[in-house]
């Protein structure tokens, strides 16, 4: 794909780089952020002749209301304002992420994303720092992730020890997807001139062989993560498996007009991109490995997730980060035109952020950084999102993470996850939480065993096909 193709489908998108930093909290010292931000403006220059312009940070809910609901930290927000400032001063259009994965103290010990009030909660302290801040913002991004504070906390137990909860966590998942369309609407209300949308983690990956299992497999994993969330952000309704029950409304907490607010139209839908995954049917474990690795593969998550139909393993002859996520830069592409096929133009405008691919492993012989070496990998990503952008699917934006966020979870989860260690390699072996060893935390609920599995039900017309 040549430049000028690269260049002219993806004149148009906001480059911007995103943060956890906590705008609230009191300034770090001199952040590594700094060089990062510097790292990609100049790859996105050399690449694309742009410069990134846009900045998205967390504003900090614990920070701002320490000692509970109606009470406000006046430094923490005066310091809101002079960053917001200081970014406008700079020429840099300001983005703000009302949540990032940590509640208030007072609300975590109240239950967090289990408790209902939580939602009402967090439109409060939407509505209100949407009207101290809504003539600033650009764009207002509800979450940093979905899944990670509910389905990763509440359900699997992955963050908090002895917090997983198996299916009777599910609540947290109906909760923050209320608290996404309550906190919509409350920034609506408000005022606010920029955009308003949420981010989910999108899930894509590839069937290990061509056996219809693998397939149906996949079709699993996408079910239990991005369906698990955007059924009901689009479609209005909860995600509903071949057994035809609807796990998360199963659990009775879904209230009349809740699906109606959940559904609530939004301006954009954050992308949050890691790797793709290479999937298959449990019971094609010893197909696709040797025999000598099929027991380990069946590690601590693999344990979880056969349970709900399907097994994580490595790609064959793909080359992976320290992380050991595979590098395959049509991964994003393929994933973003797969929800493109299942909810068609339901789907709002896309704005992609990205993990990136480990930048801080993209070394020389030297051990110096590899520029040409780390843009030669973004410019084949980026040419395949540029096929897909010509193709008329409307992605809006494209940031990176910093690498230096969630380092705990790539350094532990995450690498465990991509199951692409290499063989020299000792893999981590993170402390996981005991339900997940004892059976796994969906061990309680036999009507979803990998006998009986899931598979995409027919959608609503327009809606894309299943």
């Known amino acids: 794909m040549s430049d000028g193709f690269l260049h002219e489908s993806l004149r148009g998108v906001d480059w911007g780089v995103a943060t956890a930093d906590t705008i609230a909290a009191p300034p770090p010292p001199v952040p590594e952020r700094g060089g990062h931000f510097r790292q990609w403006t100049d790859d996105i220059r050399h690449l694309l002749g742009v410069t990134a312009d846009t900045h998205r940070m967390v504003a900090g809910w614990p920070q701002l209301q320490p000692d509970g609901p109606g009470s406000w930290d006046r430094e923490a927000l005066d310091r809101c304002d002079r960053a917001l400032d200081a970014l406008l001063d700079e020429g840099t259009r300001p983005a703000v992420t009302l949540f990032d994965r940590t509640l208030p103290p007072w609300l975590d010990a109240a239950g967090g994303w289990l408790a209902r009030d939580t939602a009402e909660r967090f439109a409060a302290y939407a509505a209100e720092l949407g009207r101290r801040f809504g003539d600033r913002v650009e764009r207002w991004i509800t979450s940093t992730d979905l899944a990670g504070p509910t389905l990763a906390d509440h359900v699997a137990g992955m963050y908090?020890?002895?917090?997983?909860?198996?299916?009777?966590?599910?609540?947290?998942?109906?909760?923050?997807?209320l608290a996404n369309g309550l906190a919509t609407q409350a920034l609506g209300t408000a005022g606010v001139t920029g955009r308003i949308g949420t981010t989910v983690t999108l899930v894509g990956g590839y069937?290990?062989?061509?056996?219809?299992?693998?397939?149906?497999?996949?079709?699993?994993?996408?079910?239990?993560?991005?369906?698990?969330?955007?059924?009901?952000?689009?479609?209005?309704?909860?995600?509903?498996?071949?057994?035809?029950?609807?796990?998360?409304?199963?659990?009775?907490?879904?209230?009349?007009g809740d699906m109606e607010i959940i559904a609530v139209a939004q301006d954009l839908l954050g992308l949050s991109w890691h790797t793709p995954f290479r999937v298959?049917?449990?019971?094609?474990?010893?197909?696709?490995?040797?025999?000598?690795?099929?027991?380990g593969a069946l590690n601590e998550v693999n344990r979880l997730l056969v349970g709900l139909g399907f097994a994580i393993v490595p790609f064959e002859d793909v080359e992976t980060t320290a992380y050991g996520w595979p590098i395959i830069p049509e991964g994003l592409a393929d994933a973003v035109a797969g929800l493109c096929d299942l909810y068609g133009d339901l789907l709002p405008a896309l704005s992609v952020v990205d993990n990136g691919m480990g930048d801080l492993d993209l070394v020389d012989g030297g051990g110096r950084l590899d520029d040409a070496r780390r843009r030669a990998l973004l410019r084949a990503r980026l040419s395949w999102l540029a096929g897909l952008i010509a193709a008329g699917v409307d992605v809006c934006g494209y940031e990176y993470w910093s690498v230096l966020?969630?380092?705990?979870?790539?350094?532990?989860?995450?690498?465990?996850?991509?199951?692409?260690?290499p063989d020299h390699e000792a893999g981590p072996r993170p402390a996981m939480p005991s339900d997940w060893v004892h059976g796994g935390a969906f061990a309680a609920a036999p009507a979803v065993g990998a006998g009986t599995g899931l598979r995409l039900v027919p959608r609503a017309q327009g809606a894309g096909a299943s």
């Open 207 to 256: 069937a290990a062989t061509d056996d219809p299992y693998d397939r149906l497999a996949l079709e699993r994993l996408e079910s239990w993560t991005n369906r698990l969330f955007l059924d009901p952000l689009l479609l209005g309704e909860h995600m509903v498996t071949e057994d035809d029950v609807a796990p998360v409304a199963a659990t009775g907490c879904v209230r009349p």
């Open 280 to 295: 298959t049917a449990p019971e094609n474990l010893p197909r696709v490995l040797p025999a000598t690795k099929c027991r």
């Open 405 to 421: 966020d969630n380092l705990e979870a790539k350094f532990r989860y995450t690498r465990l996850y991509a199951m692409a260690i």
């Open 160 to 177: 908090t020890p002895g917090r997983g909860a198996g299916r009777a966590g599910l609540p947290a998942v109906h909760h923050i997807l």
